[in-house]
């Protein structure tokens, strides 16, 4: 019987791509096959998140849950961005922790799996150029690392303390990864990275004349390829080129992240995010002219140390301006190792206020936003069936549809009229 390995994913997709690594280690390497029912696992892994509070203090809770019902003689490794940040506090605090593996090491899970006690958390630690095996949960689209690490130093953002600085991944290996995955069926490619549209600036080996948009053409340019989105990329490097390529490559899906964090550019400036409101929107509305049915998504964080109700304001004034088709809040959560996390702090009930006045605000403009969706018809990429039933899939500009349907389904991109526009989903019909 082959050994098995649970592994729980938290956070953002470049965690989902973390998960995708070591279970191609373990699973071409170690002999793994995977479990989703963790109390059958010889080996338990925890890829967790550290961006917020929250997760963190559920952390050693949930591993007192996993050692409770585990298997006799099961492991239980932490990995992710909380690894990197609390090392070998972890072991102490839980000693049934085997291995702690930060999100900077991942090519090192078959070292640390043999250790117990091992703590690899070295966030110099430059993995590249490593050669990972070959696994993907989802055989339509397939994520492709293109840098690791951060180099902004945004100061509520604890990341660039957890992944380290930023490196780009060598055009070749990413072109070579896109290939191997359309061999496997894949038709779209997401392209993921802490800042993808600095790509380029910073390679192992120094500098290489390449930038992220080159790179869209290349990815673009290989056969089999029909949909390419990425994720993140940052306001501040949205020049003209970037925008140009976006709009003009047609196989760049017309769905783009912009993070705004906050619309004062003086909490912009403290959050050392590197443009003003006055940037931002000159992006946004540039991008809503060259791309008509373009969907913009954002982040944004309430509460940040100072925040007045002007500043709010503005943060108010962006989202009536660019109206983002999809918004994700947060009440800004201090976490250690950066600045604002030692600035004097709003009070939480003002925060909750703000944050619930925002989210009310934009659940509004999305309910417009949807109901004009009626009678359009989209190129819809059907890649999941739907727990409720039916096949969903995105539109090319990433809006989530859905119709009645099966397997046979999968992998298709065919046309979709909407006839009922809901707030987070798009139900039509195939025409
Ligand atoms: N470069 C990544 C950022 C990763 S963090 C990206 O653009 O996706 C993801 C989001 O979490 C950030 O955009 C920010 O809105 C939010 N976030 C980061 N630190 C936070 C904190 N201390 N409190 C609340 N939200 C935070
Ligand atoms: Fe965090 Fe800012 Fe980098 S939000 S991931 S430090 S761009």
């Known amino acids: 019987m082959s050994k098995k390995l649970f592994i729980e994913t938290l956070g953002c997709a470049m965690n989902s791509r973390d998960s995708e690594h070591m279970m191609a280690e373990l699973t071409k ?4 096959t995977l ?8 080996l338990i892994l925890i890829n967790t998140c550290s961006v917020r509070e929250k997760p963190v203090q559920k952390l050693f809770s949930e591993i007192g849950q996993f050692n409770k019902h585990k298997k006799d003689g099961a492991k239980i490794g932490v990995c992710g961005c909380t690894a990197s940040h609390l090392g070998e506090e972890i072991i102490k605090r839980a000693p049934v922790v085997d291995f702690v593996l930060g999100a900077r090491n991942v090519s090192k899970i078959r070292d640390v799996l043999h250790k117990k006690g091992a703590v690899e958390v070295d966030i110099n630690h430059d993995e590249s150029e490593f050669a990972f095996g070959e696994f993907r949960n989802s055989s339509f689209k397939a994520m492709v690392n293109i840098s690791i690490g951060c180099d902004k130093q945004c100061s509520f953002c604890i990341v660039p303390h957890t992944r380290g600085d930023e490196i780009s991944i060598p055009a070749e290996l990413i072109i070579n990864e896109a290939k191997k995955a ?3 069926g894949a038709k779209e490619i997401f392209l993921l990275g802490q800042n993808v549209n600095n790509y380029g600036a910073k390679f192992s080996n120094g500098k290489k004349d390449i930038d992220f948009p080159d790179l869209l053409n290349m990815v673009s340019d290989i056969d ?9 990329p940052h306001p501040l490097h949205m020049d003209d080129k970037f925008l140009q390529t976006f709009a003009n490559n047609p196989k760049v899906c ?5 993070p705004l964090q906050s619309g004062s550019s003086r909490i912009l400036k403290e959050m050392k995010r590197g443009y003003s409101k ?3 929107l000159d992006r946004a509305l540039k991008l809503r002219d060259l791309v008509p049915d373009v ?3 954002s982040d944004i964080i309430i509460g940040f140390p100072g925040e007045s109700e002007e500043d709010f304001s503005d943060t108010l004034d962006v989202l009536e301006k660019v109206r983002f088709e999809q918004l994700f809040s947060f009440k800004y959560s201090p976490r250690p190792l950066t600045k604002a996390a030692d600035m004097v702090q709003v009070d939480a009930s003002v925060a909750s206020r703000r944050l619930s006045e925002l989210q009310a605000r934009h659940t509004e ?8 969706q009626k009678d359009k018809v989209f190129d819809v990429y059907f890649e999941e069936l739907r727990s409720e039933g039916g096949v969903g899939g995105r539109s090319d500009n990433g809006f989530m549809v859905q119709v009645e349907g099966s397997e046979e389904l999968l992998g298709t991109t065919l046309p979709v009229k909407i006839t009922n526009p809901r707030r987070m989903v798009l139900y039509g019909e195939v025409v």
């Open 224 to 232: 089999g390829v029909q949909r390419i989105r990425f994720t993140s």
């Open 365 to 372: 403009i999305l309910d417009e936003i949807s109901l004009c």
């Open 278 to 280: 006055e940037w931002f």
């Open 254 to 258: 017309k769905s783009m992240h912009m």
């Open 295 to 297: 969907h913009i998504s």
């Open 29 to 32: 390497k170690e002999g793994y």
């Open 35 to 42: 479990t989703s029912d963790f109390k059958t696992a010889d």
């Open 182 to 184: 359309v061999q496997s």
